[in-house]
């Protein structure tokens, strides 16, 4: 079994047996140093993500559109989650819903560090708040010129 951690792995002490695997930028959000020391014992390899798998993720969460709500860290431990889930079986762990949300479409097993795992996928776009137009993406509706929020398009359950 081999896993692909981010932050709240180390954060939350969560023990696991098999191979565990993060990315540099992980490394450098753990600010406290009991998080680190439970990242080097918990003997953790540190991979950076690869180009055409950091481009694959960005392509999916354009078209979910959580690319709005992921860093580049969440794009690299998703990255590298792609770049495994093809070899053998692997999870991300994460608690982030926004990076679940992406790996599931992306056909990656996840599992939560301490919160619960997302019930269903959720599909985004973009709402104009004065004329209540709906638009694939921006932050200024085309139309009249009002700020746009981001409202669930559609949702697909999740068959866990």
Not at 40 to 47: A, G, I, S, T
Not at 67 to 91: F, Q, V, W
Not at 96 to 125: C, H, S
Request: aromatic share 4%; with cysteine.
């Amino acid at each position: 079994m081999i896993y692909i951690a981010d932050a709240s792995l180390f954060i939350t002490r969560k023990r696991l047996e098999g191979e565990i695997i993060t990315v540099p930028s992980v490394v450098e959000e753990l600010r406290d140093e009991s998080s680190r020391t439970i990242m080097e014992l918990m003997n953790v390899r540190v991979e950076p993500a690869l180009a055409k798998f950091r481009k694959e993720v960005r392509t999916k969460a354009g078209i979910t559109k959580d690319s709005e709500e992921l860093s580049s860290t969440d794009i690299d431990i998703l990255a590298k989650a792609l770049e495994y889930s093809g070899r053998e079986e692997t999870i991300l762990i994460t608690d982030d819903f926004a990076v679940q949300n992406t790996a599931i479409q992306l056909g990656i097993k996840v599992m939560p560090a301490a919160q619960r795992t997302i019930r269903d996928v959720l599909l985004w776009e973009k709402l104009c708040i004065g004329c209540k137009r709906r638009f694939p993406e921006g932050d200024v509706c085309p139309v009249c010129g009002s700020p746009m929020k981001k409202v669930r398009r559609s949702k697909i359950e999740s068959h866990r």
